[in-house]
């Protein structure tokens, strides 16, 4: 297994002392925040939730799940979808846009409705209308 933080004898950080390690940035950050006028870290923040804004930002920025998934080591899209799908943008009106927009031509003026009401795919192409019933 590859690690990205180890001790200094190679083995794996643990959570404790990488948490005490993590309280001591998140203090030297804020004052350099505070220096200069800007917002700090609000207290109480971990190493979890940067992972979350983190995916939080490639999300807004347009990343697809396969590349949020791999970024945050997911073993598969669908963990990274469980936790993180509310955060992508709903699709009905990009989805009802491409439909309208590949069908365009063949939409026009079949299901538009005329002031009655009615489509203009009640008529039979003969133009006559008996036969046709209200339900269909």
Same mark, same amino acid.
């Given at each position: 297994?590859?690690?990205?933080?180890? @001790?200094?004898?190679?083995?794996? *950080?643990?959570?404790?002392?990488?948490?005490?390690?993590?309280?001591?940035?998140?203090?030297?950050?804020?004052?350099? +925040?505070?220096?200069? #006028?800007?917002?700090?870290?609000?207290?109480? @923040? @971990? +190493?979890?939730?940067?992972?979350?804004?983190?995916? !939080?930002?490639?999300?807004?920025?347009?990343?697809? *799940?396969?590349?949020?998934?791999?970024?945050?080591?997911?073993? !598969?899209?669908?963990? @990274?979808?469980?936790?993180?799908?509310?955060?992508?943008?709903?699709?009905?009106?990009?989805?009802? +846009?491409?439909?309208?927009?590949?069908? #365009? !031509?063949?939409?026009?003026?079949?299901?538009?409705? &005329?002031?009655?009401?009615? &489509?203009? #795919?009640?008529?039979?192409?003969?133009?006559? &209308?008996?036969? +046709?019933?209200?339900?269909?």
């Amino acid at each position: 297994m590859r690690l990205i933080f180890t @001790t200094d004898s190679g083995e794996s *950080v643990q959570r404790s002392p990488w948490a005490r390690a993590w309280r001591k940035i998140v203090k030297g950050a804020n004052e350099i +925040l505070a220096k200069n #006028g800007k917002e700090e870290i609000p207290a109480g @923040t @971990t +190493l979890h939730d940067l992972r979350h804004t983190y995916a !939080s930002l490639l999300i807004r920025h347009g990343e697809s *799940v396969k590349v949020v998934q791999k970024r945050l080591g997911h073993s !598969s899209a669908a963990v @990274t979808l469980d936790t993180y799908s509310h955060l992508w943008p709903d699709s009905a009106s990009t989805t009802r +846009l491409a439909v309208e927009q590949g069908l #365009g !031509s063949i939409l026009q003026g079949t299901s538009q409705g &005329t002031p009655h009401g009615e &489509t203009q #795919g009640d008529a039979r192409p003969d133009g006559a &209308t008996e036969g +046709l019933s209200d339900a269909a």
